[in-house]
């Protein structure tokens, strides 16, 4: 039986975030930087490096509710910006779940629909399904990333391109965070310059695909490393996304670098991919916790494939002057395949996250 392809949806970094958006209007929002906006009765994450114990930065926040769920769902993901933490691993990045049940935010939801944020269902056939505790199919994705790609305005991208840079939060302007281990209470928290998060679908931009730009960087790395690209390239690039490769003498850790080139070709700005429940994009040969991710530290059910974080991503979150960047190949993030959230719940759940580093550090410079 054929395995049931998962719609891929794809983020590009939208308008810039204007002051401190507050209520609704911020939490139903997905944005990269900034500071993580807080669910009702949910407290914001606010972690710190498993390093060197400082405030890590956000780097993504996504608003994810699932189809078939009372609740309304966000992820954050943080990451430590000191350059002695930049390529710590897992030791340096931190997921976050959070959620709270629609049926107490009815105002909330009234001031969403005033907004022109109303939600928008990628998924459909959804079982009804419970909350902690109680027995449920898993949930699907109805995911509303709170941008839609058409409310991007007329904007000088290159120009803010050039104001991107990491500030550091007034201090204070951070609520306090729930007492646990591995959470501090910092007076000033690592900041990037906060952007929106719009989202495309992957198929519509599948009748456009120009690899020229994928060819050049495989030269480059073909150079550095020897092998044969040629024979790679000699593949066509698959229209149902089920990738056929000829056998050749090339390394399997090459067949995956090109695999995931080829795939990211058709929109090469991408941000963010999402895909609740179907495959990653891998970079690099994928370890074992890939195929098996920890199990949920709460409920004990297996996680899930959710979304990851991409390579142009990496240029968004650097600042030469301070002496900040995040660096990485794709961020795989992982999260609960019940989505369980305990009644009455008010601290954010942490989930996993896999880093796979860029095979070739110059090739997404």
């Not at 009702?40 to 114990?53: G, I, K, L, S």
């Not at 449920?136 to 839609?148: E, H, I, K, R």
């Not at 209470?185 to 690592?190: C, T």
């Amino acid at each position: 039986m054929a395995a049931v392809r998962r719609p891929v949806l794809l983020g590009l970094r939208d308008a810039a975030v204007r002051g401190r958006p507050t209520g609704p209007g911020a939490w139903t929002a997905s944005k990269l930087g900034g500071l993580p906006d807080a669910l009702p009765a949910v407290a914001a994450p606010r972690p710190v490096c498993e390093r060197c114990r400082q405030p890590l930065a956000l780097v993504v926040q996504v608003y994810c509710p699932l189809e078939g769920s009372p609740f309304h769902r966000l992820l954050h993901v943080f990451a430590c910006p000191r350059p002695r933490c930049g390529s710590g691993g897992a030791r340096s990045w931190r997921v976050f779940r959070s959620q709270c049940l629609q049926v107490r935010e009815n105002e909330a939801l009234d001031a969403q629909q005033e907004n022109g944020l109303a939600a928008e269902d990628w998924c459909e056939g959804a079982d009804d399904w419970g909350g902690d505790g109680e027995e449920a199919s898993p949930p699907q994705p109805t995911l509303d990333f709170g941008n839609d790609s058409n409310s991007a305005k007329d904007t000088d991208w290159t120009a803010q391109l050039q104001d991107l840079h990491l500030q550091d939060a007034v201090p204070g302007a951070a609520p306090p965070a729930p007492p646990g281990e591995g959470v501090a209470l910092p007076s000033v928290v690592p900041q990037f310059l906060p952007y929106y998060i719009c989202v495309v679908d992957e198929d519509d931009y599948r009748g456009f695909v120009s690899l020229d730009h994928a060819h050049s960087l495989l030269r480059e790395y073909q150079q550095r490393e020897g092998i044969d690209v040629e024979q790679l390239l000699s593949q066509s690039l698959p229209s149902d996304g089920d990738e056929k490769y000829e056998k050749t003498i090339i390394k399997s850790g090459d067949k995956i670098f090109y695999k995931f080139m080829k795939r990211i070709a058709v929109c090469q700005e991408q941000i963010l991919r999402y895909s609740w429940s179907g495959e990653p994009l891998f970079l690099t040969c994928p370890t074992s916790e890939a195929s098996e991710p920890p199990a949920c530290s709460h409920c004990g059910v297996r996680r899930t494939f959710e979304f990851q974080l991409m390579p142009a991503l990496v240029s968004m979150l650097r600042n030469a002057n301070l002496g900040f960047s995040v660096e990485f190949g794709t961020i795989l993030i992982y999260t609960c395949e019940k989505s369980c959230w305990p009644q009455n719940h008010q601290t954010p759940m942490e989930e996993f996250c896999i880093i796979q580093e860029d095979p070739d550090e110059l090739l997404f410079k």
